[in-house]
Each structure stands twice: as structure tokens, then as C-alpha cells.
């Protein structure tokens, strides 16, 4: 493992101990090895003068809910040290009291809560404390003799601490070991089936030794797991398969998920091991991994139906074996092994399925590693089920939980490079679907933020084109469960006999065809939709036709029977199809400002007066029209299919 110190870099620092610290704890959490998504903690103990100019010893402690690599010094709460050393001396202390007077302790009351290991860090009588969960040492801990290895790599140079629930028991277990001990002896203290912590009156040599302790062990791993077998069996993709596990999954957890499919060469080894079943269900390589990605994965190779309901059913046994009062969690799984064909991870965002998969990349790495160094063995389900259910760890996650309209559906967007469509994939977006916008035009392809949007280059006339597009959705996303096809081209104007056969088919191919072809690959995949949903973007020509405009009218005619046809043949799949008119929608890249006064003038109007000639007298934006199409594949419109739906502030040839 390298060393991220950084001599020059360190200089700003020296003369403030809390910089210092946010300094050291970001190179810590730089590294993914060491931790991941809030795992770890770290702190520093500084003497301040208070407002009556007396001095207090303090312990600034990393806050609930921050992550290490991205910290600040607002992140660290500062809590009187003679409380946190009074605390470790208690027989017994519940945790709703240690958060009450740790909080009534602190010299900031707008800081956040200290981490659950505050006491802990008090006791180690060092300036600096690190904390990692050093996936080299929970590797080597979560084997079969973890200990003795422990002590063949460190010898006498750490303290080895048998596993005990992290907070408050650990600290005072650490602090009836630890009495008149000389800590100075110790380059760390490795605490089985947990993680690691160094400390140090200077900062960098405290990190330094987490660094050159993890290096041990992972030089250990490296000289003692032997070669690694070949695997076979690799079976290729099969998306319409995924796009059924995701509603299976969805179904299980009540609400739709994103799923994050790992095809990689580590997953798909790790899924084709034999004994996989074994390897991976045997429990979290740190405890507090147990919060994002239960305690062990589904496995599974083509039953998937059989593999979550027993899934469920062990998980609900677990739970009432262990339980003491608290309220059972959902029980469908976090993630899942695909024999042989990779790994799939579950979030209610595409955000929460990155981190799970994030904790699934190392947890596999090292459930392989430490099945070649004898055979991996986690903690007890007792052990796991009381992290679990541990409620300041519950407490985590609440904060972070929020539920959209669309939240965890997977959107696509046709035509979306501007006006309408970019309008309504920024809404579904908004609205908490994952998106992916199609167009023709290559800024499309500026829209993809590497996480929840995607712009992918799309000619929709051309069938591998689309198929491509629906693919690498669903790849991405795992299922398909909204359409908005809104692809459109607006055509000259010509009279029946002047319009060219090349202007014909274009608006025919581009108006039509496209659409019925991106319905046709859309839907075997829509099938398995959560709540799905198709809404086609057609025309007020359709109800309402104007001289000269026969090319794109018929175009949308046809778009309006073709929706309407889908709407009878989806029902029964429970697909709603509803289609919408818009009309005089000025906000898009066709209407130049020269444009809009050519038209007014020729109808002797101003701007103004034409944009907003309709019975209501107002504009219509193509914000407008993108919050209506969000209502319409939410459950607004859930009980309504094959409904035309202008949306043109009213117009007396229609009404
Ligand atoms: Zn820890």
C-alpha cells in the first residue's frame, strides 16, 4: 500500500491540529482499501481556551455521517475529553444516553454527533487516532486462525482485541484491557473481524504506520494464498433475464430498483466458483458493511424466483431467531450472485446500487483471498444482526432516504438533445427516474453525468441503432420501465401537390417509423417494467389539420392510431399508452427569434399575440409539456390508457 503523505503538501498544515487531521483523514480515505462510504473514523485531541478563558481538553472526533475521503473540519465534533473518559469508566451505558451527554459534552452544538467510536479514541492517550477497516487485515482476521496469522504477521508490535460490538462495550472492554499498560510499546491495534487503528503524537507517523501495518498484512496475503485456480463457464449476457430480476426484486422490495450489473472478469470468476454458495453467504467482511449490503448475497443461477423467496425466508428466520422488539427490515437482498454470468447490485437510486457495488468489489476480493488462505469465516449471524438493528446505525441511513414520484425508474427519452424532449428528460430526472436520452444530434452525448443520466447517439430510423440504445439501458439500469417518444421533425410547409417524395418519406420515416420501430424493440423490456408506461408526443394537427402541413400531419395521424393500437395490445401487460398534442410550443431550437416574428407577422400579430393565441391567452413552455408527460407515467395517470391529451392552451377547433 502507498503512502498519499505529502511533505509539502503537510507544511500548510503543521501549526493547526485540526487541518492537520483533515489533511491525514482524506489520504486515509483516498484509499478504498482502507475504507469505504463512512466506514473508518479518526480524531485528534487538542487543548482550547473556552469563552471564560480556561483551557479544555477536547477530542475532535469525526461526525456521524461523514466520509472520510471528502471530510472538513466541519466534520469533526468537538467533545470534552474528561465526559468521554468518565463514560469509559461506566459498567453500563445505553445508547441513546451516550448520545445525549456526548452531545451535551461538545463545545458546538451545531456540530454533528460524534462517531459511535468517540469513547474508543479517547482512551488510546495518543494526539492523533486512526481508524481504518483495512480489507488486507479483516481479510486476514476472517479466516481460520485469523488470530494466530495476525500474530505470525505483527508478532508483538499491535494489540490484538478479540471482536466485540462496536460503541460503547468495545471502548470499555479496550479500557479494562488497556489499565496501566505501556501503549507506547504498540505500533497499532488490530481488532479481529473489525479493522485497525494506529495513533501517534504526530500525525504523519500515525498514518504512516496504518499504511506500513496494512502492507504487512497485504504482503502476507500475497506470499500465502498460492496461485489462483482458472475458471470456466462463462455465459454470456442475458438483459430480458436481468430485466425480469430487477422487477422480481422491485416487487420484493416494494418499490422499483436500479440495478448495477457487474460483467467484469473478477465478478463473473467469483460467480462461477463452485462453491460460490458457500464462499459468499457467509457474512460481511467488516460489521458495518451489514447496513448497506445485509449480511450475505442471493445466489442464484436460473431460478431467481425460488432463490428470493428462500432468500426471504432464511432472512426472515435470521431475524426472528435474533430479534429483541425491533422492526423486521425488507428482506429482499441487496445484491446477488449470477452464477456464471457476474454480479448484480440493488438501489433505490443508482447512486445506492454504486455503493453497494463499491462494498461488493472488496468484499469478493477478499472472501477469495481468504478462501486461498484456508477457508474465509465471518462473524456470527448474532454478531452481524446486532450491528444491523443497531439503531445509531439505522440512524445513518434515515438521513440519507428520500422517495420521488419516479424514484428508481428507468426512463427513455427520444428526441431529447432539445426543446420537449430535453425538457422532459431534466423532469423525469427531477422526479427521480435514471434517464437516458436519445437524439441524433451529438450533444446528446453531453448529457450523461457518469451516474443517473445518460445521452446516447441515436439515429432512431435505423434498427441497430435503437437496439444498441435499449441494450446498453438496460445493461446499465437493469430494465426498462418508461417510454416518452417524442423524436419529431417539423416539415416545410408545402401544399398536397408540391410536397417532394423525398420531404414525404422523410417526415414518414423520421414521424412515424421511428417510432413504431423503438416500440417494437421497447417492449419486450417494457413487459417487464416496474409500473410501466408509454407516452407518444403527436400533434394538435392531428385533431386539428392545417393547409400546407399534409406531410407532417399524416405523419402524426398515424403516430396517434399507431399509439392507439399499442394502448389495446400493452393493457393486458399493464402498459399504460397515452398520447399528447402540443401546439404552439415556442421554446425550441425550430423557433429562432426570426422565425417567431416571420409567423406573426404573416398573421398580423405581435409576438407576443401570437405566442399566446389560444383561449386561455397563454404561452406554453416546454416545461409545460414535460411536467404533464411526468404526471402521465406516474400514478396520475395510472388508470388511464389510450387518452389524446392536447396540451396547446386551448384551441375552438378542437374544443
Ligand atoms: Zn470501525
Same mark, same amino acid.
Given at each position: ?5 505529502d ?49 479544555e ?21 468537538? /467533545? ?37 467510536e468517540?469513547?474508543l ?45 462496536? !460503541? ?64 470456466v ?10 430485466a ?7 416487487? $420484493? ?5 436500479i440495478v ?19 464462499v ?7 460489521p ?7 449480511? /450475505? ?9 425460488? #432463490? ?66 484456508g ?5 456470527s ?14 440512524a ?8 420521488? $414520484? ?5 426512463a ?55 437496439q ?18 417524442? $423524436? ?10 408540391k ?7 422523410r ?38 389539420? !392545417?393547409?400546407? #402541413? ?24 399493464? =402498459? ?26 404573416h ?25 404533464l ?17 392536447? =396540451? ?7 374544443i
Open positions: 500500500m502507498v503512502s498519499l503523505w511533505d509539502k503538501e503537510a507544511e500548510r498544515f503543521k501549526n493547526n491540529d485540526l487541518e492537520m487531521r483533515v489533511y491525514t483523514s482524506r489520504i486515509l480515505g483516498a484509499n478504498s482499501d482502507l475504507v469505504l462510504h463512512g466506514g473508518g473514523n479518526t480524531s485528534v485531541k487538542v487543548t482550547e481556551k473556552n469563552l471564560f478563558g480556561e483551557e481538553d477536547l477530542l475532535y472526533v469525526k461526525g456521524s455521517g461523514w466520509d472520510l475521503a471528502t471530510i472538513e473540519s466541519a466534520g469533526f465534533a468537538p /467533545v470534552k475529553m474528561d465526559t468521554l473518559i468518565k463514560m469509559a469508566d461506566l459498567k453500563e451505558l445505553s445508547d441513546v444516553d451516550m448520545v445525549i451527554n456526548q452531545r451535551a459534552a461538545m463545545t458546538n452544538p451545531s456540530a454533528p454527533n460524534p462517531s459511535v468517540a469513547i479514541h479517547a482512551i488510546i492517550p495518543f494526539k492523533f487516532v486512526d481508524h481504518t477497516h483495512a480489507d488486507a487485515v479483516v481479510t486476514v482476521t476472517n479466516t481460520a486462525g485469523g488470530e494466530e496469522k495476525i500474530k505470525e504477521i505483527y508478532g508483538d508490535t499491535v494489540l490484538v482485541i478479540p471482536y466485540v460490538m462496536p !460503541g460503547f462495550i468495545l471502548a470499555r472492554t479496550i479500557y479494562e484491557m488497556t489499565k496501566g499498560i505501556d501503549w507506547s510499546k504498540y505500533e497499532g491495534m488490530v481488532l479481529l473481524n473489525h479493522g485497525l487503528f494506529t495513533f501517534n503524537d504526530d500525525a504523519k507517523k500515525s498514518y504512516e504506520n496504518m499504511i506500513e501495518l496494512v502492507t504487512k498484512a497485504e504482503n502476507y496475503i500475497e506470499s500465502n494464498m498460492g496461485t489462483e485456480k482458472p475458471y463457464d462463462h455465459l454470456g449476457e442475458d438483459l430480458l433475464s436481468l425480469k430480476i430487477r422487477k422480481v426484486i422491485s416487487t $420484493a422490495k416494494g418499490s422499483a430498483v448495477n450489473y457487474d460483467q467484469g472478469n473478477d465478478a463473473v470468476n467469483f460467480s462461477a466458483l463452485s462453491n460460490v454458495q458457500k459468499a453467504t457467509q457474512g460481511p467482511l467488516t458495518d458493511h451489514v447496513i448497506r449490503n445485509k449480511r /450475505v448475497p442471493m445466489v442464484f443461477e436460473r431460478d431467481y424466483n425460488a #432463490a428470493l423467496e428462500n432468500y426471504q425466508n432464511e432472512y426472515k428466520k435470521y431475524f426472528s431467531e435474533l430479534n429483541s422488539g425491533e422492526t423486521m427490515l425488507n428482506p429482499a437482498p441487496k445484491w446477488a450472485i449470477w452464477k456464471n454470468r457476474g454480479i448484480l447490485t440493488f438501489g433505490t437510486s443508482a447512486k445506492e446500487a454504486a455503493i453497494i457495488s463499491d462494498i461488493k468489489d472488496h468484499s469478493i476480493k477478499a472472501f477469495s483471498q481468504a478462501e486461498r488462505l477457508g474465509y469465516k465471518a462473524l449471524p448474532k454478531d452481524i444482526f446486532e450491528v444491523e438493528y443497531w439503531s445509531l446505525e439505522q445513518k441511513l434515515k438521513k440519507s432516504g428520500s422517495s420521488l $414520484a419516479l424514484q428508481g425508474q428507468v427513455i427519452v427520444t428526441g431529447a438533445a432539445s426543446g420537449i424532449g430535453r425538457a422532459t428528460l431534466d423532469k423525469l430526472h427531477s422526479d427521480g427516474a435514471v434517464v437516458v436520452g436519445l437524439d441524433i444530434n451529438p450533444v446528446m452525448a453531453d448529457a450523461s453525468n457518469g451516474r443517473d443520466k445518460l445521452g446516447l447517439v441515436c439515429d432512431l430510423t435505423k434498427d441497430s441503432d435503437i444498441a440504445a435499449i441494450e446498453t439501458t438496460v445493461r446499465t439500469f437493469g430494465g426498462l420501465d418508461i417510454i416518452v417518444s417524442n $423524436a419529431g421533425i417539423f416539415t416545410a410547409s408545402e401544399g398536397i401537390d410536397i417532394s417524395n423525398d420531404l414525404w418519406k417526415s414518414l420515416d423520421i414521424n412515424l417509423t421511428s417510432h413504431q420501430k423503438f416500440l417494437k424493440f421497447a417492449t419486450p423490456f417494457l413487459k417487464e417494467g416496474v409500473k410501466p408506461s408509454v407516452v407518444i408526443m403527436a400533434s394538435k394537427n392531428v385533431p386539428a389539420p !392545417g393547409k400546407g #402541413a399534409a406531410a407532417y400531419s399524416v405523419a402524426k395521424a398515424g403516430l396517434t392510431q399507431l399509439a392507439r393500437i399499442a394502448a389495446l395490445e400493452l393493457g393486458e401487460f399493464g =402498459i399504460n399508452v397515452n398520447m399528447l398534442h402540443p401546439h404552439a410550443v415556442f421554446d425550441t431550437g425550430i423557433w429562432t427569434p426570426e422565425v417567431l416574428e416571420k409567423r406573426a407577422k398573421y398580423g400579430m405581435s409576438v407576443e399575440e401570437y405566442k399566446t393565441n389560444n383561449i386561455l391567452k397563454t404561452e406554453i413552455t416546454s416545461k409545460n409539456v414535460a411536467n408527460v411526468s404526471a402521465m407515467v406516474g400514478d396520475i395517470f395510472s388508470k388511464t390508457t389510450g387518452v389524446q391529451l392536447p =396540451i396547446d392552451g386551448g384551441s375552438d377547433r378542437i
